[in-house]
């Protein structure tokens, strides 16, 4: 297949929904860490797995069309090591995003406590030890910190081509109502 001009509108709508809604998720789940009512606790588990397991489907969705559509080519004023910089952190973001719904998932699955995903499907295993649910738990925190470092330098980048190189690359998914495929 040859490299397509651009990615497709529905390629860049489902970029900005998985960045909107992982923002969202994170904000619901920086309480976990502290100490909280066990009501409010099992309810926000809840919000959170459910708003996760949307991330999850549009995930499914984006690794489809970018099977489908493929992604256009870096601009070739990027120099070598920038060109190996921006496939590694990409490759590494689809990676630990991956890790980190998959996690999520057995994080649910092994609580010592019931996760129900909108309000009506527990995944809950049960009967399931503290320190089982808190080794697990560990892996999904970590996978988080990784993808927030990874979505910094993400961030970073594109400020780096839109302001200082002034290349289109940011440009091309910012303006997310219009692409130049044909
Ligand atoms: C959008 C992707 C996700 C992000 C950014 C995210 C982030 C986090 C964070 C930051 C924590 C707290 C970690 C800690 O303080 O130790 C957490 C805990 C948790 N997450 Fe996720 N997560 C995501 C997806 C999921 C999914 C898909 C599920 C399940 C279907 C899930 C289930 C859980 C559970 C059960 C906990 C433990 C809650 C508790 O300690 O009471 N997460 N997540």
Known sequence: MSQPLDYSIAQKIVHWLMAILITLDLFVAQKFGNVMEQADRLESRGDHGSLGTIVASLFLL???LRYKNGAPALPVSMQGWQIIAAKLGHGLLYFFI????????????NATDPVALFGQFEITLGQIDKETFTFI?????????????LILVHVLAAIYHWLVVK????????????????
């Open 98 to 109: 991956g890790f980190l719904i998959l996690s999520g998932l057995f994080t649910a699955m």
């Open 62 to 64: 984006r690794l489809y």
């Open 167 to 182: 290349d289109d690359v940011t440009q091309k998914m910012m303006k997310f109502w219009k692409s130049k495929r044909v």
């Open 137 to 149: 738990r560990g892996f999904h925190e970590f996978a988080t910190n990784a993808v927030i470092a």
